[in-house]
């Protein structure tokens, strides 16, 4: 008798990107920087007219009961990316578009956002309520195979495309980069997904604290915001640019690549914290 063949473990990250295509009625500016925190605040309002409190609150208010020890913010069970509309103004027939990532897989919280956003359409959107019309949606499923590859990579370009704050980091230093996207995605994974990471981060960490941060360009952004609900303001600045990292970083791609879908470091639901990245040709030396 043959013996079975042994299946390998794998470890994913799933989620569902949702498209919203959209038509101007009448002219519609977006405000610069204000892009993704525009959408969240309107679809706050409109769930709050479409959805039960029970289905609001598991998307703006998640709890953390079940979630890891101590979480008192759990993350939101989804991103919004929108950063192509900032500062844009459309005319009247001018098409748009932009995506809501969906992390809780277990609820079909998809029908929410459909109603939520078809009610913005017929509202308006912007400082003006501009009128909009909602053309049609997109989805495609999405899951990121996190082990690591059969390919060497010894230097990458990360471009901090959104503003970005990681907390107690002056400069996105690797180790304190990975740490942030890492917990993101174990963060998500057991509050909706299939459970928390089942890795050796302590030993993962040390790894990471020898990957070097070779070249750095960075722009800082001052913004803020003002919740009409609360009257509290909001800190939505953070820096944009790119970095170059230098060292074995091969087992840490798939965790960089699931962290372009879930975006890394502080209020990441409006869209903060958008990242992407690529190999370099070459280790920089100093």
Not at 45 to 58: F, V
Not at 146 to 151: E, F, G, M, Q
Not at 243 to 260: R, V
């Amino acid at each position: 008798m043959c013996p079975k063949p042994v299946l390998a473990y794998t470890v994913t990250f799933e989620l569902i990107r949702l498209r919203f295509h959209f038509r101007a009625v009448e002219s519609l500016y977006v405000p610069r920087g204000k892009a993704g925190n525009t959408l969240r605040g309107a679809l706050g309002m409109m769930l709050r007219e479409t959805a039960s409190p029970t289905e609001y609150a598991g998307i703006f208010e998640p709890k953390a009961a079940g979630g890891p020890s101590g979480l008192a913010n759990p993350p939101r069970p989804f991103v919004i990316r929108a950063a192509q509309l900032d500062g844009r103004t459309f005319l009247p027939g001018a098409a748009f578009h932009f995506d809501v990532h969906l992390f809780d897989l277990a609820s079909d919280r998809r029908p929410l956002f459909v109603a939520a956003f078809s009610r913005l359409a017929e509202q308006g959107l912007g400082p003006g309520r501009a009128r909009i019309e909602l053309i049609s949606i997109d989805q495609e499923n999405i899951a990121i195979d996190l082990a690591p590859p059969p390919v060497h990579a010894a230097s990458i370009q990360v471009r901090f495309v959104t503003p970005t704050e990681l907390k107690g980091a002056v400069r996105p230093e690797f180790p304190i980069l990975f740490a942030r996207l890492r917990d993101r995605i174990s963060t998500l994974r057991a509050l909706y997904g299939s459970g928390p990471l089942d890795i050796d981060f302590r030993a993962m960490g040390e790894r990471a604290a020898r990957v070097t941060l070779s070249r750095c360009e960075l722009t800082w952004h001052a913004a803020e915001r003002r919740s009409s609900r609360t009257g509290q303001t909001h800190p939505l600045g953070g820096f944009t640019g790119q970095a170059e990292y230098d060292g074995d970083l091969g087992e840490f791609l798939p965790y960089l690549h699931a962290s372009q879908w879930t975006g890394v470091g502080r209020q990441t639901v409006w869209g903060k914290g958008e990242i992407c990245f690529q190999p370099c040709s070459s280790p920089r030396r100093s």
